[in-house]
C-alpha cells in the first residue's frame, strides 16, 4: 500500500455546510483514506503543510488544451472571424505530436495553477489522451466532430476509437464522451445519429451552445429554432448526460427547456468576456436547477487557463448583470469549480469534495503572501484574491504533480522547447 500524510493544514472540503478547519489527510493506494483534526498514521511520504490550504483540485469543465500552442497568437477578433480566419488554418498544420505537445503545455500550465481535471474537445484525442497518460492528470476526452461535409465516416470513427481503447486507462484517469461541435457545425442528420448512438450506449455528450448572438442568427435563419430548441428537438436532453460549453444566449424559455437535463452547463466566463459573447445566465440556471460547472475553453481564445481567474470572472459579471453583490457569492463560485464541474465530468462520485473514499486530487495553496493575509473568510480569500500562481503542490489520484512549485512527472524545459518550435511552425505567415 502506498502512503502519504499531509498535515497540518487548513482543510476545505467543499461538502455542502461542512466549516474549514485545521487538520491532516491521510491517503492510501491513491484515496482520500482518512480526513480529520489529527490523523496519527505512518505514511511512505509525510508533507508538512502549514500555513497551506487544502481543497478539492480545480475541474475545468471545457477545454481545447492543445490550443495552448495558439496563445495570443489571434486576438481582439469576433469569434467567427478568430475562428475561421486564424484558428482553423492554424489547426489545419496540427499533426499528431503537435497535439501531444500542445496538450503537454496546456496541462503543464493546469497542474501549475490547481486544476486536477478537464474536459476536452479536440482532433488526433489519442495524442491528447497520451498527454494525459504521461503527465498523471485526470481528463474527460472527446473527439470534436464537425459535419459541415462527408468525410466518409471518419471523424465519427475516431471518436468511437477514444471511446472503446481510452476510457479507463490510467487508473480510471481518463472517462470519454461524443463530441458534436455545435449546433452551426451539426446538421439535423448526422447529429440525431450522434444523440441515438450516445444514449444507445450511454455515453455523455459534449457541445458548445449558444456562444453568440451571430449563431443564434445562423440557426434562427436555418430552423426557425433557438440553439437550445435546435438541440431539445432532437432529444438531447432526453436521458443523456450533456456537457453544455458555454450557453450564454438563452432566453427564459430556453433555461426551462434545460431543467431537469442530465448534465449541465459548463460556463467560460473569461472567453465569453474577451470575446465580447455576453453574460451567461447563470443565476436564472442554477435557480432553475440546471449544474453549473467552470470552464476556460482553449488558450486560443481565454489566453490562459488559469481557473482562479475563472472564478473571479464568474462571479463578477453575475453581480454586474443583477446589479447585486450578493450574487454568486466566492463560496458558490468555489463549488461551481470544484464539485458542480465535477458533476459535469459526470466524475462526482469520485472527485469534486474532500471526503474519505474519494479519489485524493487535491490542491495545497500557500497562504504565506501578502495578498493572502489576514485569512478572516477563506472562500473570499481564495475566490476573490487567489491566483493559480499560490498554488503550491497539485496532487491527482494520490499522485504529487507538482510539490514547491516543482513538476513531478513533466519536464519542464522539454516541452519549453518543443512546444516553440511547433507554435512559430503553425502560424508561420498567417
Ligand atoms: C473540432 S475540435 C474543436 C474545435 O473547436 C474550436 N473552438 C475553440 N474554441 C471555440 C469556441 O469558443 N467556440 C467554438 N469553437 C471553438 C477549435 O478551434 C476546434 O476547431
Ligand atoms: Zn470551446
Not at 483540485?57 to 496563445?71: E, T
Not at 440546471?290 to 476556460?296: F, R
Request: aromatic share 4%; glycine share 8%.
Amino acid at each position: 500500500m502506498k502512503t502519504l500524510l499531509i498535515k497540518d493544514c487548513m482543510i476545505l472540503t467543499m461538502v455542502e455546510g461542512e466549516k474549514p478547519f485545521l487538520g491532516d489527510i491521510w491517503i492510501a493506494d491513491g484515496r482520500i483514506a482518512k480526513i480529520g483534526p489529527s490523523i496519527e498514521e505512518e505514511a511512505d511520504r509525510v508533507i508538512l503543510a502549514k500555513n497551506r490550504v487544502a481543497m478539492p483540485g480545480l475541474i475545468n469543465a471545457h477545454n481545447h488544451a492543445s490550443m495552448s500552442l495558439l496563445r495570443a497568437f489571434s486576438d481582439d477578433l469576433k469569434l467567427m472571424d478568430w475562428l475561421d480566419k486564424k484558428m482553423l488554418p492554424a489547426e489545419a498544420r496540427m499533426t499528431r505530436e503537435d497535439v501531444y505537445w500542445g496538450t503537454t503545455l496546456g496541462i503543464a500550465e493546469m497542474i501549475a495553477s490547481g486544476t486536477t481535471a478537464f474536459a476536452d474537445m479536440y482532433v488526433h484525442m489519442d495524442a491528447v489522451a497520451q498527454a494525459v497518460l504521461d503527465s498523471g492528470i485526470r481528463a474527460s476526452l472527446t473527439r470534436g466532430m464537425v459535419f459541415l461535409e462527408d468525410d466518409g465516416g471518419r471523424r465519427m470513427a475516431e471518436a468511437l476509437n477514444l471511446i472503446d481503447n481510452w476510457t479507463g486507462a490510467g487508473d480510471g484517469r481518463i472517462t470519454t464522451m461524443l463530441g458534436p461541435h455545435a449546433p452551426y457545425t451539426c446538421p439535423p442528420e448526422p447529429l440525431q445519429g450522434v444523440i441515438e448512438l450516445a444514449r444507445k450506449r450511454q455515453i455523455p455528450l459534449h457541445i458548445h451552445l449558444a456562444e453568440t448572438i451571430e449563431e443564434g442568427e445562423k440557426i434562427r435563419a436555418k430552423y426557425d429554432q433557438t440553439p437550445t430548441e435546435y438541440l431539445h428537438e432532437l432529444g438531447m436532453f432526453h436521458d443523456t448526460h450533456v456537457l453544455l460549453a458555454h450557453a450564454v444566449h438563452l432566453n427564459e424559455s430556453d433555461v426551462a427547456l434545460l431543467r431537469g437535463m442530465r448534465g449541465g452547463v459548463a460556463h467560460n466566463p473569461v472567453s465569453n468576456l474577451k470575446l465580447g459573447c455576453g453574460i451567461a445566465p447563470v443565476r436564472e440556471l442554477i435557480e432553475a436547477g440546471v449544474t453549473v460547472g467552470m470552464g476556460t475553453d482553449g488558450a486560443g481564445s481565454a489566453t490562459t487557463l488559469d481557473m482562479f481567474a475563472e472564478i473571479k470572472a464568474a462571479t463578477w459579471m453575475q453581480k454586474l448583470k443583477h446589479g447585486d453583490p450578493t450574487v454568486l457569492p466566492a463560496e458558490a463560485a468555489l463549488r461551481m469549480a470544484t464539485i458542480e464541474s465535477a458533476k459535469l465530468l459526470a466524475i462526482d462520485h469520485e472527485v469534486g469534495t474532500l471526503e474519505a473514499g474519494k479519489r485524493a486530487d487535491l490542491i495545497l495553496i500557500d497562504l504565506d503572501k501578502p495578498h493572502l493575509l489576514p485569512v478572516h473568510d477563506i472562500h473570499a480569500l481564495l475566490a476573490y484574491s487567489a491566483t493559480g500562481a499560490d498554488v503550491d503542490t497539485t496532487i491527482v489520484n494520490g499522485e504529487i504533480l507538482m510539490h514547491q512549485r516543482q513538476f513531478q512527472t513533466l519536464h519542464w524545459e522539454e516541452i519549453k522547447r518543443e512546444a516553440t518550435a511547433r507554435a512559430s511552425r503553425l502560424v508561420e505567415g498567417l
